[in-house]
């Protein structure tokens, strides 16, 4: 099997190999009816690795740390969304919050005609603060790596130590020496929270797509080697979100892939109405055969942002049925994401300054 990429734009197709290959643990069911999300309840997190020993911290409301973050590379797109929506429940239910905003990842891990320099990362930073906040963060849940406190360096150079050249290439499949000072930064946002410092050992949780796995697997494997106990870090994997047309995942490198939280209007409706669908070529044969929901990829992204679960049950029946056009599924669509995203950019322009402020003081 060809090495899983973290910074391609590829989808994960097979997941199960992918679970075989890497020792991922199917997620439950019963997790799944435990935690009574949408995210989990519809089959979008699909793995864990040791999800169990946070879970046992839920119920009881005992402290567990809850990390994610963002390279900021360029705009978010509604795949970072998810990112954001299953943070924001595990902040709900009483975890200790850490957003990373990751302007030094940027700028290591991306080529220098996407970020040339540091202050481009910064740039996006903002931006990425910015939605973050609109989406429904508190700026006490985020950080910014540039302006970490000298601890989390210290962390991360401690952590250098602990993988060697011949371990990140199997892992990899390369050593860029970007991209390696990148995972070391990445490394220390996973487990710093938990230093005497900052919270102590704790179980955590972070979300990612399957194809982050490999900084996953690196991460706790470097837990257990340190001279000092830290509990290994627990993680959830979440399918990738579907571009627009088949075979890629949305992806900012790929603006054609993705709808942008801060695309034009009119031109969300374009993208969503060139959509690839799983309608039936003709009119007549949709109304006999009915849509494919498979691989309607309209369909898949409601999947992913659409709250209402049991009127979005009924939608993908009349498509599945025939009864709803892949043009009607296309318009319904346009009428949840455009109102979505124009409350999101109005938000946005009101949480510049502060996402100025948190990144740069």
Avoid at 24 to 32: E, G, N, T
Avoid at 215 to 235: G, N, Q
Wanted: hydrophobic share 40%; aromatic share 12%.
């Amino acid at each position: 099997m060809d090495k899983i990429d973290p910074w391609g734009s590829f989808a994960v197709r097979d997941y199960g190999h992918v679970f075989s290959e890497f020792g991922l643990q199917p997620f439950p069911k019963k997790y799944s009816e435990t935690l009574g999300h949408y995210l989990f309840g519809r089959g979008i997190v699909v793995a864990h690795r040791d999800f169990n020993s946070v879970l046992s911290r839920i119920a009881p409301k005992k402290p567990f740390v809850n990390i994610t973050g963002i390279a900021s590379s360029g705009p978010f797109h509604l795949g970072h969304k998810v990112d954001i929506d299953l943070f924001k429940f595990f902040k709900a239910k009483g975890a200790r919050n850490y957003f990373a905003v990751c302007d030094l990842d940027a700028f290591l891990s991306r080529p220098d005609e996407k970020i040339p320099d540091l202050k481009t990362a910064k740039k996006w930073a903002v931006q990425n603060v910015a939605d973050a906040l609109s989406l429904g963060l508190e700026e006490e849940d985020i950080y910014v790596q540039s302006r970490k406190e000298n601890r989390y360096y210290e962390f991360a150079f401690e952590l250098s130590k602990k993988i060697t050249k011949n371990t990140f290439e199997a892992v990899y499949g390369h050593v860029d020496l970007g991209k390696v000072a990148a995972n070391f930064l990445q490394y220390a946002d996973i487990l710093h929270p938990q230093l005497q410092e900052f919270e102590g050992p704790m179980p955590s949780i972070t979300g990612i797509g399957i194809d982050q796995d490999p900084h996953a697997r690196l991460t706790r494997d470097i837990a257990k080697r340190l001279p000092y106990k830290l509990e290994v870090p627990s993680f959830i994997y979440f399918r990738h979100q579907s571009g627009l047309q088949p075979g890629q995942k949305m992806s900012a490198s790929v603006p054609d892939s993705a709808i942008f939280l801060s695309d034009d209007l009119k031109l969300v409706e374009k993208k969503i109405r060139r959509a690839f669908s799983g309608g039936q070529p003709t009119i007549e044969e949709h109304r006999a055969k009915g849509g494919n929901l498979e691989i309607d990829l309209v369909f898949e992204m409601l999947r992913f942002h659409y709250p209402n679960t049991r009127k979005l049950e009924k939608i993908g029946e009349e498509f599945a049925s025939g009864k709803m056009l892949a043009s009607e599924l296309k318009q319904f669509a346009i009428d949840f994401f455009v109102p979505m995203l124009k409350e999101h950019q109005t938000r946005v322009k009101e949480n510049m300054k502060s996402a100025e402020k948190i990144v740069y003081g």
